[in-house]
């Protein structure tokens, strides 16, 4: 059963290499991982990609994009070309989706609505890149929370729309959204909106954590599932109602308590939860 | 010129007594205060209203209300009652509005469609009351990090649907909206939903400060005008543009920096940048 849900290597806090994150997730019975590229970069991605295969796993997302927006063109272009590389990467690890965090402002600027142009222009230019390697792209929108320095596209309203924009409505989209509970379960319009992306067929990715009370820090105190006050389930019947039928993932940063565990600990309390709190 | 603003005591860290903080706010030459219950409950309301009088200021809103969700009816309707005897007291401030934050999610609860339901509830019966008092009800949306703990109302779009849904269509509405700059800056249909509070005349109050960069504590780490990300002048233009009149209270949560300056010093300062930054 725990086939049916994968794990973002960022959960198990960058404690092992990546061979030995194949290695234990595939051993807990996972059936998919998503890896970060901190951890592929510079290496022989296709001797990762074969050992991934090997281990039975799905590549499920590959995290995640260099942040697009610049104070000048000229960074803008080269925020697209890193993540133009990472894209040709997801491709060789057959990811499902290439995930895009777009970023905030750029340093020194207050200017949120240049910010939203260089996310949608760089998208679209990604967009075109991974088309051509088959590698979809996922935009995730982030709690609001994380505006300033890390997105600036927060609503999922927003990301779908940003989504038609780009890519028109199309029967088989290539542009879609990566939906993180931990980032959207707040949203008085989350019902509304996850049906739309099913409609829209634009589900690429789902991530389970938790919010804590109280969270000493908003970027690296999420929580186990169960821990918090998300109501999962409810949001996973939503998602699985709206169509999706990909993997489970996943993704924990948490500083305080989870990096400090054993990777088998982790795990291990991780198939625990989804069967109980998911 | 600095008449047309007002300073919420909050600012001022909570330092001096009330009266203490009439007099320098007036004596900087501002226009109104916004006082907290902890500073007028078990007092002699009367006295102190005049005294703001005298000192020539108006008040703006009353902070705040007791949260309204609760795990049972009669927690909510305890947590309404506390806030009817707060609206009593603002009726004797001269306030133009009382303003409600309306609570997140009560201990232990998941819930948040019920804590939508105990919000909407609460707010009518506390309009009712406030309608015989004379005092209008400020419904404040908070920004989404705080849904959990203090408030699941966060979008401004929100906050309007549930005036419409209390108050109906009115040409002169008794509930309307407070506007932070904090809360509302990222919302990517800002602009929109600025213009259709304008339209729906429920723009009761607007609040500046500013979010740091990076901001250590997303409760007590706001900032100065001028010190974060917040492109306020703006906003301020959408929200006079939008009718608003009011007073621009300055809102200021900061443990770690204002809150230990003097009162002189942070009023004095509060001056200049709302000249330079607002």
């Not at 049916?4 to 807990?28: K, V, W």
């Given at each position: 059963m ?5 794990i ?14 194949i290695?234990?997730?595939a051993?807990?019975?996972?059936g998919?991982?998503a ?13 990762i ?26 960074g ?13 990467d ?17 340093k ?22 991974g088309k ?13 929370v994380?505006?300033?320095?890390r ?11 940003m ?34 992306a ?9 991530h389970v ?15 186990m ?37 054993p ?16």
């Amino acid at each position: 059963m725990m086939q049916r849900f994968a794990i973002n290597t960022a959960t198990l806090g960058f404690q092992c290499s990546i061979e030995e994150s194949i290695e234990a997730i595939a051993a807990h019975g996972f059936g998919g991982i998503a890896p970060w590229r901190r951890e592929i970069e510079g290496q022989n991605v296709s001797t990762i990609a074969k050992r991934i295969r090997d281990a039975g796993l799905k590549v499920t997302g590959y995290c995640r994009s260099t942040y697009l927006p610049s104070l000048t063109r000229e960074g803008l272009q080269a925020n697209i070309e890193g993540n133009r590389r990472a894209l040709d990467d997801a491709a060789v690890l057959g990811a499902d989706s290439f995930v895009i965090v777009v970023g905030g402002l750029p340093k020194g600027s207050k200017d949120i609505v240049t910010a939203r142009a260089h996310a949608v222009e760089g998208t679209a230019q990604l967009l075109e890149h991974g088309k051509k390697l088959g590698v979809k792209i996922a935009l995730e929108p982030l709690h609001p929370v994380y505006t300033a320095e890390r997105s600036c596209l927060t609503l999922l309203s927003e990301a779908l729309d940003m989504c038609r924009q780009i890519e028109g409505a199309v029967a088989v989209p290539s542009l879609g959204v990566c939906l993180d509970v931990y980032h959207i379960w707040w949203d008085p319009n989350l019902k509304r909106d996850i049906a739309r992306a099913g409609l829209e067929k634009r589900i690429f990715g789902f991530h389970v954590c938790d919010w804590l009370v109280p969270t000493a820090d908003v970027l690296n105190d999420r929580g186990m599932m169960g821990d918090g006050v998300i109501d999962i389930p409810s949001i996973r019947a939503e998602v699985e109602k709206a169509g999706y039928r990909g993997l489970i993932e996943v993704e924990i940063f948490s500083e305080r308590n989870w990096w400090k565990q054993p990777v088998a600990e982790i795990l291990k309390v991780c198939g625990e939860r989804l069967a109980t709190s998911v």
